[in-house]
């Protein structure tokens, strides 16, 4: 997702008389080959009186001409856009099999279109021996030139350096410090003199701050910027130009905007020209902001969104406190019998011989201790991948008011004791309960086993071995799938009483507080 944002750059000459300026040529417009996508441009230029060409010089880069025919007493250039800040992966590239190792030779063609990106200055001695230190082998370029962008970067200690022109890269080695334009010349020529195509970059960076501050890697911006900025590329077949920033020690990004890529720094100056003679008040001003961002996992939400979240908490807890809700975290305490540690159902088992007795005894004696009165249920509980019945749950409820919910405790039957309920007090139980909450007995429905599901089952077993049979693997399965057909797919295994509260008008006039419903079960296949 990208962040769009707005760059705002202001070039101001302010003259003490009034002066003729000379045809002013201005490189400031991203160009073409930018992999930021660029929005929206807009140049301005003061005097308005003025005539503008636009071009594209031999390398392709944008420049517009400006001729003034009258003197002025200022010269004022603003640059607006706006660009999609999409993150670029710098290493998203292929190279030719003959370029994966240094050294390598371009092809006769493009060499012949590269030679003016392979023109050299001759080495002072400082620059000489700098090259004899770089090794001429290398298994793979792109490390390769990793490696001599980061190196060089440690070497030469980035300024701010006012004063016009580029350094040579003797004088760069020699004060060990150089703006961006005097690192990125050294590092063209470095290629160049190692027979590596390399062109000089002008253009703008911006640097927004991240949203998660790097832990072990190098510190991002602290605040959203812009600047002019002078960088290297140098040609590798197969992938084309590749940015390198000596001044970051880093590959180019989609915060490098390029406006012009040229053989020499010379042709690449944002604006170029002449002017009369006169005293001059120079200001410069450049800015970024943020004008549309799409909420994203490091930063889900807006500073403004943040407070607007954080005043409804606030409100939601003002409520809660009013309302006396109270709430508490969740914890699943785990309990293991003193008596026997080691054993499967204390350990893997979803079951056992003690781990239910035991359950209920302790359920029983909290219902004592702190909700007497309150309603023991025994239900379903957590159901794990690979077990195939879900396991008990143990459940205790009670009313604040300590208004009891359930007055005898003995009707709830023990599991110390218990005896196989049979299918036939099933159907009593289930009748029995219609008729004590006013519903027809006739909703009261047999269910049975899944005939389809079993009839699978069945069908899976390899021709020699019956449900009985003990060569099964799982035991468990082995006696339910005994147990089911033992009993036959026609016979009732349960019954079924829908039930529902009764809320209408029509309710409290037949003094009816519960209603049914007919399903649609048939026998033997209701399941």
Not at 249 to 277: C, D, K, N, Q
Not at 301 to 328: I, Y
Request: charged share 25%.
């Amino acid at each position: 997702m990208s962040i769009f944002v707005a760059l705002h750059h202001v070039t101001h000459y302010k003259y003490d008389r009034p002066v003729d300026i000379g045809p002013q040529t201005i490189r400031l417009r991203p160009a073409p080959h930018t992999r930021t996508p660029i929005l929206s441009y807009s140049l301005k230029v003061t005097p308005a009186n003025h005539f503008i060409n636009w071009q594209q010089d031999p390398q392709g880069n944008w420049l517009a001409r400006f001729v003034f025919p009258e003197k002025a007493e200022e010269l004022k250039i603003e640059v607006d856009f706006t660009a999609a800040m999409t993150v670029i992966n710098p290493f998203d590239f292929f190279v030719e099999s003959y370029a994966e190792s240094f050294p390598f030779a371009y092809s006769n063609d493009l060499q012949h279109e590269l030679a003016p990106y392979l023109a050299t200055i001759e080495p002072g001695p400082l620059f000489k021996e700098y090259l004899a230190s770089i090794p001429r082998e290398a298994e793979s370029t792109v490390n390769f030139l990793v490696d001599l962008n980061a190196k060089l970067r440690e070497r030469v200690n980035y300024i701010i350096r006012m004063e016009p022109g580029v350094q040579t890269p003797e004088e760069t080695l020699a004060n060990g410090s150089g703006s961006c334009r005097d690192s990125a010349w050294l590092l063209i020529q470095t290629l160049r003199h190692l027979g590596l195509a390399a062109r000089f970059v002008s253009g703008y960076l911006i640097q927004l701050r991240p949203d998660i501050q790097s832990l072990d890697g190098p510190k991002g911006a602290t605040s959203d910027f812009t600047d002019l900025h002078a960088w290297a590329e140098v040609y590798l077949p197969g992938a084309g130009w590749v940015g390198f920033d000596v001044t970051s020690g880093l590959l180019a990004g989609e915060g490098h905007i390029p406006v012009a890529a040229t053989p020499h720094y010379r042709t690449a100056a944002p604006i170029s020209g002449v002017v009369g003679f006169a005293n001059v008040d120079f200001n410069f001003e450049m800015k970024v902001e943020r004008i549309r961002e799409a909420p994203r996992i490091t930063r889900p939400f807006s500073d403004e969104s943040w407070a607007r979240l954080d005043a409804l908490g606030d409100k939601v807890d003002a409520d809660l406190v009013a309302n006396d809700v109270r709430l508490t975290m969740g914890g699943e305490p785990t309990f293991v019998s003193i008596d026997d540690m080691e054993s499967p159902e204390w350990n893997v088992a979803a079951v056992g011989g003690a781990k239910r007795m035991l359950a209920d005894d302790l359920i029983r004696k909290l219902r004592t201790r702190f909700a007497p009165g309150g309603l023991l249920h025994f239900g379903q509980g957590k159901w794990y991948p690979g077990e195939s019945l879900p396991r008990w749950a143990f459940g205790l409820y009670w009313r604040k008011d300590g208004q009891p919910i359930w007055n005898n405790p003995d009707l709830i039957a023990p599991v110390v004791g218990q005896r196989p309920a049979k299918v036939e007090e099933a159907e009593q139980f289930a009748i029995g309960t219609a008729q004590r909450l006013g519903i027809d007995t006739e909703y009261v429905l047999p269910a049975f086993e899944d005939p389809n599901h079993w009839l699978q089952k069945e069908a899976s077993l390899p021709p020699n071995v019956d449900p009985s049979d003990s060569r099964l693997a799982d035991p468990e399965e082995r006696a339910r799938m005994a147990r089911v057909f033992d009993l036959g797919l026609n016979t009732p295994r349960g019954f079924v009483l829908p039930i529902q509260a009764w809320q209408a008008e029509a309710a409290q006039a037949a003094k009816k507080r519960w209603r049914s419903e007919r399903w649609s079960c048939a026998a033997a296949s209701c399941s």
